[in-house]
């Protein structure tokens, strides 16, 4: 009878552990992730009053993205230092930014910056940001 019990037991929490971790699989499936990591800011100085120039270090992991979205109130120049990001700018087709790759995106740009590659994305970029 105990030999059952413990039967009864064992199997249980196998497969409770087994549902445990299908559910904690699917749940925790997440999308990809794009992480800024801020570098350094300066006060942009009196020509420039209520703003401030900040460097960023922004990593794309694959598959991630940014949605469609305005640099209307914060320029940007960047920097590709690894892997090659893909930029949507509305309106027109993709273009591949490749690692050593400048470019900027100006108060008139709404873009789709994106990770269609299987490494991750890594962006130099310095933007002047309201206080």
Not at 2 to 27: C, E, K, N, P, Q
Not at 73 to 97: A, C, F, H, I, Y
Request: charged fraction near 15%.
């Amino acid at each position: 009878m105990m030999y059952r019990t413990w039967i009864g037991i064992g199997s249980a929490a196998v497969i409770g552990v087994t549902i445990g971790f299908g559910l904690g699989s699917a749940l925790g499936q997440q999308t990809p992730k794009v992480e800024p990591q801020e570098l350094a800011t300066v006060d942009a100085g009196e020509n420039c009053p209520g703003h401030i120039l900040r460097m960023r270090r922004v990593t794309f992991a694959p598959g991630a993205s940014i949605p469609m979205h305005s640099h209307k109130d914060r320029p940007e120049v960047l920097l590709v230092m690894e892997g090659t990001l893909s930029n949507t700018v509305k309106g027109q087709s993709p273009t591949q930014l490749a690692a050593g790759t400048a470019g900027g995106n100006g108060p008139e740009v709404e873009h789709v910056p994106a990770n269609e590659t299987s490494k991750p994305v890594v962006l130099l970029a310095v933007d002047l940001i309201k206080k």
